[in-house]
């Protein structure tokens, strides 16, 4: 039952986050300003989380610290207000199964920079470092596809649903096709930077605060960063009024839905089976929008586009499989090692009195191996 519910949840957790890619794209074709829709679903996300974070650590929360306040900003900065923004401005640009296809390059981004700053290392005589390295060059490889090889067109379906007849839709498109896909394309790569610094950043966050404390204070200064950003981008009071429409539904289920609910089914999957197991389903996301957005707002699928969502989701699995396998090569010399402490405990035990009264210090020396492989086989 824990393994059929943590394939079901996060089946419905990339739903979920797949569905605010057609949301976002419905919101600005009615009108509303991105920065403000993030604005708006970091404002939901942080009514969200600190109740929840309230109920569930409050007697395990540490004292709060200038640092712990530091790391909130710089996470609210990279995680949400500055990600965000970028791939919401992606999505202007591009089309949905686009910019969702490209979001599944954060896990190659995360691992060069965290190779560029000594925390990950490629070990090349590994079969584990080449493939890393494979997984790396195929993500990259399915975005230079992705964006420079168009191909004929896919079709899918016969007839379809238009959500996007309206003028600001037509505007949309418009300037879509003028800046072409580059502005999308890089608006898009700068979003997996973001998140993968993020990624980075926010474990030493996690060190010092329990998580949904974390993200609760991320999500908090994410919406005074994005609110700021939002302000200086449009001033129009108008602008900034929520109705009962789509323009109050897509920040509310953004913030409540994917931001909170997706952060706890997350981390519960997570804490049940493992990081790993939750980057493999990632992918869904994408088919899931790839099929909705040609339904609902007549997106076109081309070949080109295909091909390079499948090069890129191929190389996030190789980049899984290359970590997987660096982590069990990296417990079995761990074991093995154990092994070999005890194997010298146990020879050691066979000797007789007048050999260990000779040899006093392998002993000595020996006693934090015996303790170690004592508490292994106690494990």
């Given amino acids: 039952m824990a393994n059929m519910k943590a394939v079901i949840f996060m089946v419905l957790s990339q739903l979920a986050s797949g569905s605010v890619n057609i949301f976002y794209k419905i919101a600005v074709a009615d009108g509303m300003k991105v ?3 993030v604005f708006y679903r970091l404002v939901f996300a942080t009514a969200f989380m600190v109740p929840l974070a309230f109920i569930m650590e409050r ?24 990600g965000s923004n970028f791939y919401a401005e992606s999505l202007i640009f591009t089309t949905a199964t686009f910019s969702s296809a490209m979001s599944n390059l954060t896990p190659a981004v995360t691992l060069i920079l965290a190779v560029i700053l000594r925390m990950e290392s490629m070990d090349m005589h590994r079969l584990a470092g080449k493939a890393k390295l494979l997984g790396t060059l195929l993500g990259i490889g399915g975005a230079l596809v992705l964006n420079l090889y168009k191909g004929m067109k896919i079709t899918l379906w016969s007839t379809n649903i238009h959500f996007l007849h309206t003028a600001n839709a037509t505007a949309t498109t418009a300037q879509r096709t003028a800046n072409s896909d580059i502005c999308g394309s890089i608006l898009a790569f700068l979003s997996c930077a973001s998140y993968a610094s993020w990624l980075i950043f926010q474990g030493k966050m996690r060190q010092r605060y329990p998580m949904y404390s974390s993200t609760a204070l991320m999500c908090f200064c994410g919406a005074i960063q994005a609110g700021i950003y939002a302000f200086i981008r449009e001033r129009d009071s108008s ?19 994917s931001s909170g609910l997706g952060v706890t089914i997350i981390a519960w999957c997570t804490k049940l089976k493992g990081p790993l197991y939750v980057s493999s389903f990632y992918p869904l996301a994408l088919i899931f929008v790839a099929i909705v957005g040609t339904i609902v707002l007549h997106e076109e ?3 080109g586009g295909i091909i390079g969502s499948i090069l890129i989701v191929i190389g996030l699995y190789v980049v899984l499989w290359g970590k997987a396998e660096e982590k069990r090569l990296d417990e079995t010399e761990a074991l093995k090692s154990n092994n070999n402490g005890v194997i010298e405990i146990i ?18 020396d020996n006693q934090s191996v015996a303790t170690s492989a004592a508490a292994h086989q106690e494990a």
């Fill in 239 to 257: 602008a900034w009024k929520l109705g009962w429409n789509i323009k109050l539904f897509t920040p509310a289920y953004s913030g409540i839905v």
């Fill in 59 to 82: 007697s395990r929360r540490p004292r709060f610290t200038w640092t712990i306040l530091f790391q909130g900003v710089i996470n609210g900065l990279l995680g949400a207000a500055l």
């Fill in 347 to 364: 020879s050691f035990a066979g000797v007789n009195q007048a050999t260990a009264a000779v040899v006093p210090e392998f002993r000595t």
């Fill in 301 to 303: 699928l081309h070949l």
């Fill in 35 to 37: 920065q403000i829709m």
